[in-house]
């Protein structure tokens, strides 16, 4: 399958992280932190996605040209991969 | 109540978006009917394993174990120690072998190969019809909660839509976005959403177990907040009426653990599809493995949310008088009654005749255990996450969906159509057939909920009738697969034997407190579980032991297959797969004695 799902999935997480994070910063001493105990939720947790999105997206990427510098890999059924 | 605004949409439709777009972009590699059923066997372990932990995580889980934790405690946490854990690690290093190796393509093209034509029709129908319905049992409690929770009321208020359409607006919804990328990329497309669900749900999840615990004190002001059976897995197991659930240790180990445990991960194509589409043999060891390790840690998730919302203070009516320069103003927070008469999170039940909360015969308000998680989303999030935590929710029923319809294409494509249908079709013709199978399964699934508002009972007779047919099912593939006398014959009548057995024990036995009807004892009533668990449990060991034991006597009394038609199937006939170049730590024994110790490490913390 040529298409890395960690690419897709990447993506979306550093997106939904960077609105978070965004709208932490833009609602900072907001009263509807109240919720969260005071914790700006929105920001910290943002920031967590972000980082985890970015990660999963360069993985995914350096797979990707890895394989592309590779000839493809055999589907074997039977017999596992060699080395790796 | 709910307050949503734009940034919640957003995250939320961003989640829909990328849905799609896998779907999409993964049309194009769809190019023979191996690649749309069984996503091309060409999937890395990792994808494959976090699919199949995550084609279980849906609706049932994630609500469903937070509602058995705020009533149960953490003595829930044995649905994974004992009815989940051994039972995936069984899967991965001893099943799989016959499950990959034999080239089926689904559970009951294997059984066919094993047994013979009429074992896999009958299991083909009755796996057939469950998916159906057990997706459209999601669909019904989406909607329901989507209702409860009011997510979509802002948005019809400023519509001018209807509210009463919530409902259809919920399912129509869901029912579409699943065709859609199942339509477009089929099994490849629904294990990568589930995937990417599987992360959705951490992310919406892990903040709420934070701060959850940080409100309450963390671990030990958790202890402290809730009666202290609630904090132990294993303390009073021995009787049933020592401990929460009303099980004694061998109702529980050999019922859950041993029957229904491993009747779901081994047997159930809803999570063998996934490791059945993985790249290699050892891939496909290793997918149960490896989804046995985040399962491990998921009590912490799905489980604690429950105990946390039962340890909360319970919301009062309150009135504030502040001082505010010389005025006097007050400041009165109005608690719904049902809430008030809750404990903790988790509200009263409310007749919905009345509107008034409903007792039990005691006179203790009856709780709304299904609230328990959705109310600390509600509590703890504020906007903006709240969007967040919200599609998480809605991701985990759609995937809980979506496994149920690819699993019911390629059964109905491969084992009912091109078995007995239309056989010797061009590979082009199953593929459609597979997509509009998809389609029809989908519509059924509407229906079925539709049926669920009008038949109040509905849910539960179907789930009763399910565990009919589901609870001696392990018994047959243990057999045909560790003893290679077994036959179709047995196969067959074991399994009709299984399945009335288990009526038979239910029509015959009631759990305390229960009248007799849909809980039990339509018959007559011989015996008194101390809980409905109990009998559920006992009801799965009688239909395992009756298949086990027609299964045996059957296949003795017929004549045996040859030996060589077995090679592949049977485990003293099968060649042992060649060991792999790899280092002794990656081989998937290893792998399964790292996850085996880490259980029983949280078991003994978790004591």
């Not at chain 2, 999937?43 to 995580?57: D, K, T, V, Y």
């Not at chain 2, 906007?383 to 969906?401: D, E, N, Q, R």
């Not at chain 2, 038949?455 to 009738?465: A, G, K, P």
């Not at chain 2, 077994?486 to 305390?512: D, K, N, R, V």
């Amino acid at each position: 399958m040529s298409l890395d799902l960690r690419i897709p999935m990447g993506l979306m997480f550093t997106l939904v992280g960077m609105i978070l994070t965004a709208f932490g910063l833009a609602t900072r001493g907001s009263s509807i932190y109240a919720a969260s105990l005071g914790i700006n939720a929105n920001f910290w947790w943002g920031l967590v996605l972000f980082v985890f999105g970015v990660s999963m997206l360069m993985l995914g990427r350096r797979s990707q040209k890895r394989l592309a510098s590779l000839p493809p890999e055999p589907v074997d059924e039977t017999r596992s991969r060699l080395g790796h | 109540m709910l307050n949503l605004t734009s940034v919640d949409w957003l995250i939320m439709l961003l989640y829909f978006v990328f849905v799609l777009g896998i779907g999409f972009a993964l049309k194009r590699y769809m190019k023979t009917s191996k690649d749309f059923f069984q996503a091309g066997r060409a999937l890395p372990a990792w994808i494959c394993g976090l699919a199949f932990i995550s084609a279980n995580l849906g609706a049932q889980e994630v609500i469903g174990m937070g509602a058995s934790g705020a009533k149960y405690g953490l003595e829930t946490a044995h649905f994974y120690g004992i009815g989940a854990i051994p039972a995936m690690i069984f899967v991965g290093i001893f099943m799989m072998p016959f499950y990959y190796g034999s080239k089926a393509r689904s559970v009951p093209e294997f059984l066919r190969m094993r047994f013979d034509e009429k074992t896999r029709a009958l299991n083909a129908c009755s796996f057939a019809v469950m998916t159906v319905f057990s997706s459209g049992i999601s669909m019904y409690a989406m909607a329901r909660l989507i209702q409860a929770l009011h997510v979509f009321d802002g948005l019809f208020y400023t519509m001018g839509w209807p509210q009463q359409g919530i409902f259809t607006f919920s399912i129509v919804l869901s029912a579409v976005i699943v065709l859609a990328y199942i339509f477009l990329g089929g099994l490849t497309s629904a294990i990568y959403n589930e995937v990417l669900q599987f992360f959705l749900i951490i992310a919406g999840f892990l903040p709420l177990v934070l701060l959850g615990l940080r409100n309450i004190g963390g671990w030990s002001g958790l202890k402290a907040s809730v009666p202290v059976q609630y904090m132990h897995e294993w303390r009073g197991v021995a009787h049933a009426s020592t401990n929460p659930m009303g099980i004694e240790i061998v109702g529980l180990g050999m019922g859950l653990g041993f029957v229904l445990g491993s009747g779901y991960w081994c047997t159930d194509f809803l999570v063998i599809q996934t490791a059945m589409a993985s790249k290699n043999m050892e891939s496909a060891r290793r997918v149960p493995l490896i989804a046995a390790v985040p399962k491990i840690f998921f009590p912490f998730l799905v489980i604690l949310p429950g105990l946390l919302a039962i340890g909360l203070p319970t919301p009062h009516t309150t009135t504030v008088v502040h001082n505010v320069n010389g005025m006097i103003v007050r400041d009165t927070n109005v608690v719904p009654q049902n809430v008030e008469e809750g404990r903790g999170l988790v509200p009263a039940k409310i007749n919905p005749v009345t509107g008034k909360p409903m007792y039990t015969a005691g006179g203790q308000p009856l709780l709304d255990y299904d609230m328990a998680t959705p109310n600390m989303l509600l509590h703890f999030f504020p906007t903006g996450i709240l969007g967040l935590g919200l599609t998480a929710l809605l991701a985990s029923f759609m995937s809980g969906m979506a496994g149920n319809v690819t699993a019911f294409n390629t059964v109905f494509t491969y084992d009912l159509y091109q078995s007995y249908i239309h056989k010797g079709g061009s590979d082009r013709h199953y593929m459609a057939v597979g997509r509009w199978a998809t389609v029809g399964g989908i519509l059924l699934s509407i229906c079925t909920a539709y049926a669920a508002i009008n038949f109040n009972n509905i849910m539960d007779t179907l789930q009763l009738v399910f565990s009919f047919v589901n609870a001696p099912l392990f018994a047959t593939f243990l057999l045909g697969m560790f003893w290679k006398r077994a036959t179709g014959h047995g196969a067959f009548a074991g399994l009709i034997a299984g399945t009335s057995a288990a009526m038979l024990h239910h029509g015959l036995t009631l759990p305390i407190e229960a009248r007799p009807g849909i809980h039990g004892g339509w018959l007559t009533v011989l015996h008194h579980y101390p809980s409905d668990m109990a009998q559920n449990f006992w009801g799965a060991i009688f239909a395992f032991g009756t298949n086990f034991v027609v299964t045996v006597i059957v296949s003795l009394a017929t004549k045996a297959r040859p030996e060589s038609e077995l090679v592949g199937l049977v485990h003293s006939l099968t060649p042992k797969p060649p060991k792999a170049h790899n280092v002794w730590w990656k081989s998937p024994e290893a792998l399964a004695i790292a996850v085996l110790l880490m259980a029983i490490g949280l078991n003994i913390f978790f004591y």
